[in-house]
């Protein structure tokens, strides 16, 4: 359609149509409309059955069969016959599942994220889905929050190139080809810093740490196009976010040009009644509108209320129509009204979706998610002749997908079939699975007894780490150390003489420190997907060579949390050992068990000859360093370029990653990497406006936050 036939389409419809655009509701609903249930969650949501086929979207229908029907359904009895969206999470694949987001932000590898993503957007058009609620943008500094498996970790720079790509992987260039879906990011805003990490909670940061810290995946997201923003559900400096009219007038979309279509979360508007912001659903209905939210998911107090506000004159017809007007677009813009069915093709779904191709993506990806934390002694790679045992709650368990898998679970995942791919029939022993804390399970028995089955065995993989029903939303943990079962497992094997190899599965940073003298080595699993099994395996026997890097720092306890790399510093630094009237702690060190942007690699890697030269043009600095893989084995480095800003009119943090590159290096091969940094790349947001300021600087560049190479320079 053209702009024309869309304004044209707008001034045709009914106020009740319009209002009908804007609420989205499950496929229960749509599915109720010829039996009208009058007793169930229609009448908790006051949904009359005349609502029903004028609803504009809806959310996790799965299946090309089932979506053509309801589609058909739809059209036929809409009075302007405007196709519904089908919008879906589809966070980390549709059917082939892939590494969680925190895992896949530690590959520091867009171009994987965007390569998972088409062929999530693939498995998603064939079955019919228009829309996936994903990238989750939300920086986070707070492992206690559950949602950090699904956020793109601790650093603005990194999250906002993975969220880019993310939105690119999914959308491409048409959001018409029969492939492609489009995006809608999400928590607008400052999800991730709910205090305490407590999910839902309040979120109450400055406007600089939010605007330089906070929003840069959001913003990357809406720069790379992304056809949607979602609203979150916390408070922002003491207004809701679906509610908040800086954010999303302001910020989205005067400041950045946003067009997209915004959508509350999950019975958000609802909840500003919870907050005590709105007093009723009609009031609540007011301030979502207002704050520039066209779509309200999963609950009515649009549909129940908007009518009536404008009638009353309250509110301006005006601010329906430029909601609708948004809607529309994003139909055409999907080509819905041409062809409502876009990509759904029920005759070769089946063939799509898994296919051999997606499966060598999604191992090949996985491989270069999972970090190497601990390698002593050399205990990995596996020594071909070794006597492999394998113990833990994870050994078989096929439960590794990772949170917001709407697929089945495969026990093809699992590590032990990846071993047994690999070659190797380990010794198994204690590895009952672990059940969920959300169900009232907090460890594995004790079946230490069980370990001496190992007596033979040199090596011991020990699968330890937390359920993945307990990351995600609404898991929120204060305790983040393996159940105390296993940790005694640990302890045992460590006691048995064993060389231990601990593969740990988690959507968070746990606290592993009381067990790192037990491990020889450690190998951070996160949740990897359906590849998880084969892309470990391949890792532990030495195929491959890990080479994955921390997007999140770990903490050496909870009660450091928030513990981050790029922090600002105080007056009264920590220089050398703890002393009094310092900042620093008691009892614990102030920096991260494990720092952001570290991991290990079965190669060395050296640095030498870090060059900082004024540039030319744009470049107002100029900056090389020189690798050297210096081992036998080829090896990947991620070269890591961060700046300090001396002094400034505003702190700045000691360290701001700027630049990463990655190289493949040849066993004893050096390569020199060059980084350009430019007065955008050195400025920085003064609480007015983002300004660059000439003085000296620290560049510092190297293999991690922590290790790096410095010089110091003025412009
Ligand atoms: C979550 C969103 C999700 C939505 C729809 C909410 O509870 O916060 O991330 O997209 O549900 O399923």
Redesign the pocket.
Known sequence: MTEQQILDLLSELSLEEKIGEMTQLSPDFLGAAQSVDLTGPMKELNVRPEDLPLVGTT??AFGAEKLIAMQKKHIAEHPHHIPLIFMA?VIHGRRTIFPVPLAMACSFDPALQREANAVAARESAVEGIHVT?SP?ADLVRDPRWGRVMESPGEDPLLAARMTAAAVEGYQGEDLKAPDRIASCF??FGGYGASEGGRDYNTVDISDGTLREFYLSGYKAAADAGAAMA?TS?NTIDRIPATANKKLFRRILRDEWGFEGVAIT??DATGELIAHGLAADGREAARYSLEAGVDIE?MSTHYLNNLKSLVESGEIDMALIDEAVLRILRLKNRLGLFENPFKGADPEHEDEVCLSEGHLEAARRIAVRCAVLLKNENHALPLKKDAKVGLAGPFAESAGVLGGWAFAPSNSSASLLNGLKACGIEPVLAMTEELKPMQRGFFDVSDQTAELSKLADCDVVIAAVGEHSEDTG?SASKTILRLTPNQEKMLQKLKEMGKTVVAVVFSGRPLEIKPVLPYCDAVVQAWFLGLQSGAALADILCGKENPSGRLAISFPQTVGQIPVYYNHMNTGRPLVGKPHRFVSCYLDCPNEPLYPFGYGLSYSDFHYSALSVRKGSGDALLDVSVTVENASDIPGRETVQLYIRDLAASVVRPVQELKDFVQVDLAPHEKRTVSFTLTKESLSFWNNEASVFEPGEFEIMAGHSSAEVMRQKVTL
Do not use: A, C, G, P
């Open positions: 959310l996790n999470d609620f989750m999400k928590h979602m559900f979360d999950f998911m939303e």
